[in-house]
């Protein structure tokens, strides 16, 4: 049984002709110190129970530390990997329109060339036809009617 400071201070102790009455006095001493001892017992508990919390508690501030540390490094690899794959993306992009305008310029060119190469048929062709016609034309003399 556990005694309270108030209950130690409230206790009566029976008196005798000498002094106090000794088995009254040496039970209280019995309780008392079992009392103490109980209290003693909870306080070296609650002392390791407060250095095991401490010791947790600083394994948790280091956890906290890491944590933080490989979440800003987390958030600059990400960001640095974002910004690379942007730039190869604009890399990509500009060499597409590089080769589009090369497509484009080349087919120009071919244009322009099969175009100058019609002419330069159509040219041959419109010779070679004036060429038959004039040809043509002596050879056939127009038809007389008998009158």
Do not use: C
Not at 30 to 44: I, Q
Not at 110 to 122: G, H, I, P, Q
Request: aromatic fraction near 4%; avoid cysteine.
């Amino acid at each position: 049984m556990s005694l309270t400071p108030v209950e130690l201070r409230h206790v009566h102790l029976g008196r005798k002709l000498f002094g106090y009455a000794r088995t009254s006095v040496d039970r209280l001493l019995v309780e008392v110190t079992d009392s103490f001892e109980d209290v003693w017992r909870d306080r070296a508990d609650l002392r390791d129970k407060v250095e095991q919390l401490e010791g947790d508690l600083v394994r948790y501030r280091e956890l906290e530390t890491l944590l933080r540390t490989t979440l800003v490094s987390a958030e600059r690899a990400a960001h640095e990997l974002k910004d690379a794959a942007k730039r190869e993306a604009e890399l990509i992009v500009n060499e597409a329109h590089a080769e589009g305008r090369r497509i484009t310029y080349a087919a120009a060119a071919e244009r322009e060339r099969l175009l100058a190469d019609s002419r330069r048929l159509r040219a041959q062709l419109e010779a070679a036809l004036e060429t038959l016609s004039e040809d043509a034309e002596p050879a056939a003399e127009p038809r007389r009617e008998a009158a």
